[in-house]
């Protein structure tokens, strides 16, 4: 009976087995630099809250604006989460003694405030302001997806660099007419914007547009 | 972000200086993508180390009620004072957040005229300082503010029965009306206490001087912008007291107009022991021993008005030959200037100078024009005694209770006085003061006073306009405010400060009170409360002495340190660290002397030498220190500056330098002479940041007659890349006008504020890392005299537009932005410091540590001071100017949300905003309109180091100088 395995078996089980492993890590390589998997990333994951906020319920089903809760997100580089007096606006009335609410609640009369986890978290290298993308005329669903049918919050972007800069390549694919920016369904980058004006195009792919 | 890309296209003349294989981007594989994937076989190497990422949550915390006026993230302005020896500088706080981030200087504030100098920058870190005290401490031992009021409530109560008879305060100059208030019902209490006055940097011989000429010390508003000629002597008018930044700002905006028409107005004469700012700017400078300027003045008065001099002959014997030369053109120029002539004597000189000084002033009719005569801001200088008495006092045993308030007599009052010794024989002794110095250490109680930009208040400038402070943040130190300590004492019962102030001003205005109030604290100044100029004449010149100084033997003169004053900022890192305008020494001081001396001594920059006063009295007063020659120094003088050698307070100024004070006596604060100078053969380091002295004979700083043009150089412009740079339609780029520039160092310090820039302490400044991203060269060039004159260079980012560093870079960390920046990626930097070894100009810093206070206990405390716009840079990146690119941007993102342009002057730099002459215009250089364009077409602009055809966008303008030296004449 001839050996089982030929003199090179050795070899090739050792070359087959680097290869593997070239292709595992390859793989994972390439779909780490062009999958953007979420899990790596963290998008479209839903994130907790001390307070189970539905924006589906309260945008989509009651129909608020997205600034009678972030108030500055035309004044100031963060869009702001709303203080309880906001909140109690409504539920000093409804849901008075609904358990989900407590927290709210118990901030209203001067306890802790809510401390929300963030889903939304950009590097540190990153200068970014919630005034300037929406003063220019790009929507909120732009970046944040379809805020009317998420129960929870998740993170509807990649927020990667190459992703930022798609837009700042084409910026009027993210831009919307302008009483359309806070429209939760709004479509950007439909043909109507085709033409928008775009100023200071070509800042917006320098480095220190964002970075410095 | 394609110029690399692009330049594989050939030129059309088929010029090309690689072969195009060389230039090709890498096929297939993008450079970015290859970098991704060595990232992602990490990340897959490091097990899930993309997990990582949501193991710390980060949290919103939203306030728990709205604030309707108040949008997280937004900037503030808020508008206070700091104060120098009680006089105010007005400044305009910016906070982020509610944290004062930055001070830049008040436009309405007449001491600052919206500029600042270096220290009012570095207020900023004082404020913040983790050093400061913070604790009430009896013998040492922690204690409370509810403890120390009690016990100094029942003490001043059983003062009172004595009518206070044992109490003596000393406290530090002071302008506030609130404060005199006060002071007044105290003084009413304790008819019999003692009232002192203690000021290092006092400026007694001036006010002496006015005494006897107005039979009043009133005060001076000096006017150079009047003047066609100022002749200082041992008067550095650009620094010297609270009037220095705006004084700077007058006489350079007279400068400028009349350069535009090509003279030189007004002419700047200056005599004086070693050089200043001042004497570095002047047109005609003598270096001359500080007693001979006695002499100078004298002979000065005889010649403008020999009527009213006061001595009938001047014994002119005793000047020597480059003095008397100096001494006529000053004369003939005075004469001719007539009522636009002003004559400053400085605070080391003695009241005869200040005297002869304000005669020559009033001789020639220009009282009233180019210096203004005013009712002294400062009233506690007429109402208090000095140390003096206190001395005394406690040696007769009729002292009992000493309570000392911002100041620290134990470190800066004459050694004489034995000021901590004597303290220290007394159970009732009270300190307040910023830090636990050396009077807290010797006093029973100690409690920490609250800074000024944190406490309500009110000062004089010093044209006698009244500012309100008001703070910035609640004190964060558990300080309190001289304005509680004299209500204290005054027996008033506890009111908050503000209304004290408030009460004060409303009481004198009668009508309007809120409003008034609110628009007095909202500018920073109190409308109509300028002082009005006094008409006076004055009186007949007393008989003279005619005694002439000495001179003979080798003189020490002392100065305040330019930066760290009497020792009061010794604790302030970034004033220890900026660079001293003249001798460019960080972190200490030296013994400053000319060529000539050291030569003769047989010493060297670093060598130290051993000073003794010839007296022989004051044992152990000898002095070592090392010596660091320069020229420009007079003959026969040693130069030496106080405030270093602390040996309280902040581990930052403790042991820094040596203290000279031993060498002072109260009859000659400022000068001692002769002394025995030994040299001892060792040598100590002096750390300097600038390796070169001279521009070794390159035309580095340019200079011209005035009106004059530059001659242009015959350099051709190729660039290197291909493809236009700026496609913006807004293009930066700054230019710096030496013709203005005095040296001062404002920018950097201003720089250093606005930038997150770390300071990096005395080792490694002299291993050359540094980090100030603007420095101000300082080079000595050949006088046409034979001394030597001093030029100032500003040296931020060139931003060049065919920049070396961007070429170099492996991980194209930087780049060059489409408005013309020369960008700096922190977060793509590999810390390869090829960048800083190609760039021609040296201005890119590079952490070699974690310099910013990132992992040390006092980080969040530092960090609330942080700009928040501006990273704050970690290890083994490169870092430098930026142009305050997150001001540009700011500037772009308000004009994109209210729909409009950036106007000229909107976006202006951290340090153009400071500059006190206003040498640095910046803006948009692509409109033909704006500042920046128009001087850059001056016939005066040039680029440094154009032949390297980098093309900065940071051009200069050549310095305008009488009969100017052959191009770039080097030493």
Redesign the interface.
Known sequence: MPNLFGPRADVVMRLGMALVGAVI?AG??VL??YGDPS????QRRYVSQPVMFSHQHHVGKLGLDCRYCHQ?V?????A???????CMGCHAALYTTAPILEPVRA??R??A??????VY?L???V?F?H??HV??GVACVSCHGRMDEQPLTMQAAPLRMGWCLSCHRHPERALVPMEERFDPRATPGSARNAGARV??R??L?????C?? | ?GSRGAATSEKKDGWREFAPATLAPMSGLERR?FL??MG??L??AGLGA?GC??ST???????????NAR????TRWYATSVLRDGMALGVLARCDDGRPTKLEGNPDHPASLGATDAITQAELLGLYDPHRSAIVRRQGRASSWEVLEDFLRDRLAALEGKKGAGLHVVLGPTTSPTLKDLFELAATRFPQAGWHRHAPLDDASAREAMRRIFGRPLSTVVQPEMATVVVCLDCDLFTEGASGVCCADRFADARRKALSSGSLSPWLMVAEPSPTITGARADDRLAVRRTAVSLLARELLYRVAPGSSGVAEVTNVALVGEERAWLERAAARLLAAGSRALVVAGRAQPSGVHEAAMRINAALGSLGHTTRLIEPPEWLASRAVGLQPLASAIDSGAADTVVLAGVNPVFDALPELRIGERLRKLEGTFHFGLYRDETAEACRWHAPLAHDLESWGDARAPDGTAGVLQPLVEPLGNGRTLIWLMAMLAGLPGVPDLDRVREHWQRRWRTNLESTWRQSVGTGVIADTAAATVQEDPRQAAEASAEIAPRSGIEVVFDPDPFVLDGRHAHNAWLQELPRPLTRVVWGNVALMGPQLAQRLGVETCGVIRIEPADGHGDGAAVELPALVIPGVAEETIAVTIGHGRCAGSPVGIGRGVDVSSLRRISAQWLVGPVHVGVTGRSRRVVIPQGHETMAGRAIVREVAPGGVLARSGTIHLPIYEGAHG???QQWGMSIDLASCIGCGACVAACQAENNIPVVGPDQVERGREMHWIRVDRYFTESRRGAADIRFQPVPCMQCEDAPCELVCPTGAT?????G?N?M???RCIGTRYCSNNCPYKVRRFNFYLFAERGDEAAPRIQQMRTP???VRGRGVMEKC?YC??RI?AA??RA??D?SMISDGAVRTACQQVCPTRAIVFGDVADPATLVSKAKRSGRSYSLLEELNTRPRTTYLADARAEPEKEGGGV
Request: hydrophobic share 35%.
């Open positions: 890590c994972g390589g780490f630099v899990w790596a990333i963290e500055t035309e004044s100031s580089d963060f702001g989460v709303p203080a309880p007096d906001t901030a209203w001067g306890g405030p809510v401390a929300w986890n963030r978290r590097p540190d290298v200068h302001s005034q300037v003063s220019a100023d200071r070509d800042i792919t320098s480095c220190s547009a970075h410095y | 972000m993508s991704k994937l992602a076989s990340a897959l993309g990422h949501s949550p980060e949290h919103i915390v939203p306030t728990t009620r709205k604030q949008v997280p993230g937004s496609a913006a339609p780049q060059h932005s489409a408005d920046l960008d990626n922190y977060a716009r501006v990273t930026t690119v997150h941007r772009e993102m994109r949300a729909n």
